[in-house]
Nanobody, 126 residues
């Protein structure tokens, strides 16, 4: 599946952004999805994951209570709503997806995903 992210940009600390990831697959409900990020000079890290149904979600501790992953399978799109952004959230954000038989499965490891978007830059100024 091809993935295209959008919605990144420059925002002040405390602000919000919503990232979108549009998938080419019409049966996107059969794909678990995740968001990862790569801060400057660091390795890529897990941010959030969603099962194909969207019922189950999971977050890394540093974003719990601030970020929300959601999806609209009628639009083949997964979102990452980011609130109360901090300078340490600055990174290139990537959307990832993988086909899954179980609609309530989600994945946290980057190696569990088969398809990736090109990334979108998020910069949070202090």
């Amino acid at each position: 599946v091809q993935l295209v992210e959008s919605g990144g940009g420059l925002v002040q600390a405390g602000g919000s952004l919503r990232l979108s990831c549009a998938a080419s697959q019409r049966t996107f409900r059969n794909y678990a999805a995740g968001w990862f990020r790569q801060p400057p000079g660091k390795e890529r890290e897990f941010v959030a994951a969603s099962s194909g149904s969207g019922v189950r979600t999971y977050y890394t501790d540093s974003v719990k209570g601030r970020f929300t992953i959601s999806r609209d399978n009628t639009k083949n799109t997964v979102y990452l709503q980011m609130n109360n952004l901090k300078p340490e959230d600055t990174a290139v954000y990537y959307c990832a997806a993988r086909a899954t038989y179980y609609s309530n499965s989600y994945y946290q490891r980057s190696e569990d995903y088969d398809d990736w978007g090109q990334g979108t830059q998020v910069t949070v100024s202090s």
